[in-house]
Nanobody, 120 residues
Framework: QVQLVESGGGLVQAGGSLRLSCTASPTTRRLDNMGWYRQAPGKQRELVARVDSGGNIVYADSVKGRFTISRDRAKNAVFLQMDRLKPEDTAVYYC??????????????WGQGTQVTVSS
């Protein structure tokens, strides 16, 4: 199995920045896609950003231009640089990774989450 560990969350004032980190172990385990999701109280979990094995990146419309996702394949890590944070960004952020076994089957891994709170 793969363990994902997030760090970097915290409390920040609106307009500030945070950088989230996620490290997967063991580092030798092949992963296809890695990304970040978030879930605010009373809301469904939503995709924030994702990068696939080919380096293709997608962002939620709400974070485009403010968040930047990056991946370090050697370290089996993914990062999320969050700039110009808004109170609406307040949520628990979860690291996500998957590995396709066959076309019809994908193994999905989740971190425990890190709290991001943006004050007005």
């Amino acid at each position: 199995q793969v363990q994902l560990v997030e760090s970097g969350g915290g409390l920040v004032q609106a307009g500030g920045s945070l950088r989230l980190s996620c490290t997967a172990s063991p580092t030798t385990r092949r992963l296809d896609n890695m990304g970040w999701y978030r879930q605010a109280p009373g809301k469904q979990r939503e995709l924030v950003a994702r990068v696939d094995s080919g380096g293709n990146i997608v962002y939620a419309d709400s974070v485009k231009g403010r968040f930047t996702i990056s991946r370090d394949r050697a370290k089996n890590a993914v990062f999320l640089q969050m700039d110009r944070l808004k109170p609406e960004d307040t949520a628990v952020y979860y690291c996500n990774a998957d590995r396709a076994v066959v076309v019809e089957k994908v193994l999905v891994f989740w971190g425990q989450g890190t709290q991001v709170t943006v004050s007005s």
